[in-house]
T-cell receptor, first 114, second 114 residues
Framework: QQQVKQSPQSLIVQKGGISIINCAYE??????FPWYQQFPGKGPALLIA?????SEKKEGRFTISFNKSAKQFSLHIMDSQPGDSATYFC?????????????FGTGTKLQVIP | EAQVTQNPRYLITVTGKKLTVTCSQN?????MSWYRQDPGLGLRQIYY???????DKGDVPEGYKVSRKEKRNFPLILESPSPNQTSLYFC?????????????FGEGSRLTVL
């Protein structure tokens, strides 16, 4: 049972274009939605995150859009660069025993071509 | 430098030969966790630990063991590895209790079981 559904599995974007990755969830107990970025040979690292009381969060060229009623959220990468080529994981977390249990999407491999 | 260190980074072994993947963090985090990453399946939690001597199963615990005797270390043990445990493994620690759930990952251990 995939609690966080992510699409597309892979994405090719030209330099300067907009990359868009979508995620959907079912569990309304989720209260924090991070995105992780993973470069080849490295572990995932937190990129940007949002709470469900906010509809949008922007950090530089990266923007999360959040639609609470639809239980969907997406990552937009503006002016995509070859250095953005990586695997992106959306995630959703909920309180569990004093910590946050994090559930990941299946990942999107982004390739930005010059 | 704050980091999560895993060893070995690469390992090829044969079915049934016990192995241990070590994980150490220098951030004094209480929470640590193991994930496996497989194509199309994303990151799935194997085991986690909320403190010394406190461990619990994640989503895919079968065939694995863990221990938490010290706060900084959280080894993953495969008592009798099988080919379906061929995967990329990540250890992670989580910043602070009950907050955002940001995970800090190691660089990964690629395991092949023949």
């Amino acid at each position: 049972q995939q609690q966080v559904k992510q699409s597309p599995q892979s994405l090719i974007v030209q330099k300067g274009g907009i990359s868009i990755i979508n995620c959907a969830y079912e569990n309304t107990a989720f209260d924090y939605f991070p995105w992780y970025q993973q470069f080849p040979g490295k572990g995932p690292a937190l990129l940007i995150a949002i709470r469900p009381d906010v509809s949008e969060k922007k950090e530089g060229r990266f923007t999360i859009s959040f639609n609470k009623s639809a239980k969907q959220f997406s990552l937009h990468i503006m002016d995509s660069q070859p250095g953005d080529s990586a695997t992106y994981f959306c995630a959703a977390s909920r309180p569990s025993g004093g910590y946050q249990k994090v559930t990941f999407g299946t990942g999107t491999k982004l390739q930005v071509i010059p | 430098e704050a980091q999560v260190t895993q060893n070995p980074r690469y390992l090829i072994t044969v079915t049934g030969k016990k192995l241990t993947v070590t994980c150490s963090q220098n951030m004094n985090h209480e929470y640590m966790s193991w994930y496996r990453q497989d194509p199309g399946l994303g990151l799935r939690q194997i085991y986690y630990s909320m403190n010394v001597e406190v461990t619990d199963k994640g989503d895919v615990p079968e065939g694995y063991k863990v221990s938490r005797k010290e706060k900084r270390n959280f080894p993953l043990i495969l008592e009798s590895p099988s080919p379906n445990q061929t995967s990329l493994y990540f250890c992670a620690s989580m910043i602070e209790r009950g907050r955002t759930g940001e995970l800090f990952f190691g660089e990964g251990s690629r395991l092949t079981v023949l």
